[in-house]
């Protein structure tokens, strides 16, 4: 399988962001019509950290900056700024912006943006919390304070989308809308006032989302597409059927499965490479006693033998090549070789071995077992509840019998999250730091959980160790690059020796596209309406 790269041509960054890219688009009505394996959570920019709901509102909202085709960090609603101190930076925003409703675009709404995201509905605490103020200077200048220096700041501000202070105080929503459910009624959960050149004009949960083509978008793009439709389509053969039958321009992810049927069939072609994202297992090792295990009066994650024994229950090569049919790649850290802070020397996997896993189980006191559920999504990531369930098999050949309760993802984060008091015991997630840098793994993932600080908010499982949490502090100020990889290799190693997670494999990017279809295919996965065009 040959893997193919962006099909577009990076943006040109000469100050302005997504600018000069190409002609203007075609005044034909063209629709661009794809699928992905689930649907939209929500409509809240600030309601979910996932990179599937964040890349598509994406096309709707804006950061102060972006990423190009080429991952390659680009100006958005701030055209320039400058570090005029360790922990100050001034952006310089974007004058003329319009939201879709028709509100300027001004510094009052970037401020608002950043308190909406760290209110107490919000998955966006802990970008949110890198920021420590802001102060505005004009309309279009703000002062913006971190906590420490932050080299990686411009990064994280990608995904911190910004909305109209206006239009959400008169919508009364100017707290985010919980994951955890019963805020339905949120206004920005079911609507969107965004700056982005797509508007959303029908949201119908799993069913399709309709995006419309925002004419007073401040930039300009290659894109030909004035409409977009997403189907939210479950199963992946009716995904694959859909685009053979030419319903579809567009599906995602596709089973790897069905690779070789797309080289060869007339009209369409498969899409792949190396994914930004890490698929790993964790384990609740904070709570004395699991919610979902035949474990009483104690918790066997918390004792690290058992946690070895199910690293080294688990043959990932099998997983590869079994699940993924050969196109994973295993691993043995917690971030991807496109992460700044990977480090190959550490990516060795914990090694495949059964009988030392019982031997582990038994020496903690355990020689026969015990039961443990796993939660699972079963329509987020390439063969998620797939990987579960081999996972639990592997797992009862060494005597522990793993229940595995895959939900659509919708329902699977609205039950794990901090929203919902991390209900769970043992798990599958996966994760592409938004930054492209692994300070984000370490401050969302394996620092301690703490909510004040408003850090290891995704570290469900609770893994703590006070070092980790210190190199994290060190990691995000330090700008020589030679002492941050030595810190963050650290702290790897630190995580690896106690079993604070079992990673499994850097997954693929697998789409499938119609001939004629041009789109940029990004390491995280991110479908950029701005480069795709249609004949």
């Not at 962006?6 to 661009?32: C, H, I, Q």
């Not at 004419?215 to 995904?239: K, M």
């Not at 699940?323 to 802070?341: D, E, K, S």
Request: some cysteine; charged content about 20%; glycine content about 8%.
């Amino acid at each position: 399988m040959q893997y193919r790269k962006s099909l577009l041509a990076a943006a040109a960054v000469a100050g302005v962001a997504f600018a000069g890219l190409g002609g203007a688009p075609s005044v034909e009505a063209k629709t661009f019509k794809y699928a992905f394996q689930g649907s939209l959570s929500t409509l809240d920019p600030h309601g979910l950290n996932e990179t599937f709901l964040l890349g598509t509102l994406g096309n709707v909202y804006e950061g102060l900056t972006a990423y190009d085709a080429d991952l390659q960090l680009v100006p958005a609603l701030a055209e320039s700024w400058e570090v005029t101190a360790p922990d100050t930076w001034v952006f310089n925003l974007r004058k003329g912006v319009k939201f879709h409703g028709g509100q300027d675009f001004t510094a009052d709404d970037v401020i608002f943006s950043w308190q909406r995201a760290g209110s107490d509905g919000s998955d966006q605490k802990v970008r949110a919390s890198l920021i420590s103020d802001i102060r505005k200077i004009d309309d279009h200048t703000i002062e913006v304070k971190t906590a420490a220096p932050n080299p990686l700041l411009t990064q994280e501000m990608v995904q911190l989308l910004i909305m109209d202070k206006e239009w959400s105080e008169a919508n009364g929503t100017v707290t985010a809308t919980s994951v955890s459910g019963g805020e339905e009624g949120n206004f920005a959960n079911l609507n969107t006032n965004g700056t982005g050149p797509f508007m959303v004009t029908e949201n119908t949960q799993d069913v399709r989302t309709v995006f419309q083509r925002f004419d007073g978008y401040w930039g300009t793009t290659d894109t030909n597409v004035t409409e977009v439709v997403l189907t939210p389509i479950a199963q992946d053969a009716t995904r694959v059927a859909a685009l053979l039958s030419g319903e579809l321009d567009l599906v995602y992810p596709v089973p790897v499965q069905d690779w070789n049927r797309l080289e060869g069939a007339a009209g369409v072609q498969p899409l792949t490479g190396p994914e930004a994202r890490t698929i790993f297992l964790g384990m609740d090792q904070s709570r004395d006693e699991l919610l979902y295990s035949s474990v009483k009066g104690v918790n066997p994650f918390k004792d690290q033998r058992v946690r070895a024994a199910f690293a080294h229950a688990l043959d990932l090569n099998a997983i590869r090549d079994r699940v993924m049919r050969g196109a994973a790649t295993p691993t043995g850290v917690m971030v991807a070789p496109q992460i700044n802070g990977f480090n190959e020397d550490l990516n060795t996997p914990y090694e495949y071995n059964p009988e030392k896993s019982k031997a582990l189980l038994a020496e903690a006191g355990y020689p026969d077992g015990f039961e443990v559920t796993i939660d699972c999504p079963n329509d987020r990531y390439v063969n998620d509840e797939r990987i579960c369930q081999a996972a639990a098999s592997m797992l009862a050949k060494v005597g522990v019998k793993v229940e595995v309760f895959a939900q659509p993802k919708s329902k699977y984060f609205a039950k794990v999250l901090q929203q919902n008091g991390y209900d769970t015991s043992f798990y599958l997630l996966g994760w592409t730091p938004g930054s492209i840098d692994s300070h984000n793994v370490l401050a969302n993932l394996l620092s301690c959980q703490n909510v004040e600080k408003k850090i290891g908010l995704f570290n469900l499982g609770n893994y703590c160790n006070a070092r980790v949490d210190e190199i994290t502090a060190l990691v995000e100020k330090e700008t020589d690059p030679a002492k941050r990889q030595a810190l963050i290799d650290e702290a790897f190693r630190i995580v690896q020796e106690e079993v604070g997670y079992l990673p499994i494999h850097q997954q693929p990017l697998s789409w499938g596209v119609r001939d004629g279809v041009t789109v940029a295919q990004r390491a995280d996965n991110v479908l950029d309406f701005r480069n795709v065009v249609v004949p």
